[in-house]
């Protein structure tokens, strides 16, 4: 089996986003889409993922799953207090392993299920492994695993399993994260909690400075994959007690310890896009401290890079090309930065987010 490629996120951007391909997303096809049947007619999150460049419905059942290899569609339905009217959020998720072809459709059919919808959603693009607050907002907790639609990793009978290990690890307050990881002993950190997966028997590993919280998530994970297979069983060890000497870590590779990863904190920058003169260009307005919501024209785009987030204004009386192309300025600017995945959301005038208001 090939190794999958991982792509290289600094040399991608969305050019084909706003192009005549893009712009012939209309409504009527929009319609003509039978993924979108029933979407965002009642509050709550759907999914959808991108199979062979074709949209399919992501199982109930799985919700909080993704695999690296894949692109999916996200829209989360939702009533601000006091109002029936609904409001929509729709983001598209790129597995680290995902083709171009595959994320290149979850962004076209993300904007053709926007138009779909009347532009109401506020768009977002996430890249695995850097998703936004938001985003994870959406599950009780998310589980990233290898493999894709055409790896055959989706459904494998527990015989026939290959070892595999997960890193249970708490982020933020009370967000747990469950990713799928490399089969190395160097892997295992007593700050966080692990489960190893041999098909027949599930083994949760214990930190030694892991919270609460990461054990008894492992544990709800270790209770649903015991739950989908017959006469499996589980058991937990505790780092230390003496875990390096359990038969099952023989399984891990000893191949050196693994190097945590630093996170880079993105430059705080504001730029105006315009084609005012027919072409279009993007000037740097502001930096820092300097950045502030007073300088945003009405008849304007802008790129604001938080640090964290990056976001595309649009103006009301922008032009129809630069209303359009929002995404692609952000994700072709980001794409050049040394935060390449920071996640991306585009927003109106008038017609913004929570997480734009505050990053002021």
Known sequence: MLKAKRYDWKETNM???????????????????P?????????????????KKKVTHWPKEQTGEFFSGDSYIVLNT????????????????????????????????TVELDTFLDDKPIQHREVQGHESAKFKSYFESLKLLKGGCDTGFNRVLPEAYKP??????KEGRNKIICTEISMKKGNLRKEDVFIIDVGKHIYQWNGSECTGDEKFKAAQEVDKMESKRSNSKSDTIEDGRPSENHPVIDLLFSDGESKKEEKVQGERKMFEVTDEDGSISMDLVAEGSA???????????????TGDAVFCWVGIQASIDERKNGMSYACNYISGTKTPLLPVTVVSEGRTCKEFDEAF
Request: charged share 35%.
């Open 15 to 33: 050019a084909l986003f706003g192009s005549d391909t893009e712009k012939m997303v209309k409504k009527e096809s929009a319609e003509s889409e």
């Open 164 to 169: 595999r290990l997960f890193r249970v690890k």
């Open 78 to 109: 939702f009533k601000e207090e006091e109002s029936d009217e609904l409001n929509y959020d729709v983001h598209f998720w790129i597995g680290k392993y995902s083709t171009q072809d595959e994320y290149g459709t979850a962004a076209y059919k």
């Open 291 to 305: 950045i502030s919501k007073d300088l945003l024209k009405t008849e304007n785009v802008y790129i604001i890079n």
């Open 35 to 51: 993924a979108w049947k029933g979407a965002g007619v009642e509050v709550g999150t759907q999914i959808w993922r991108i199979e």
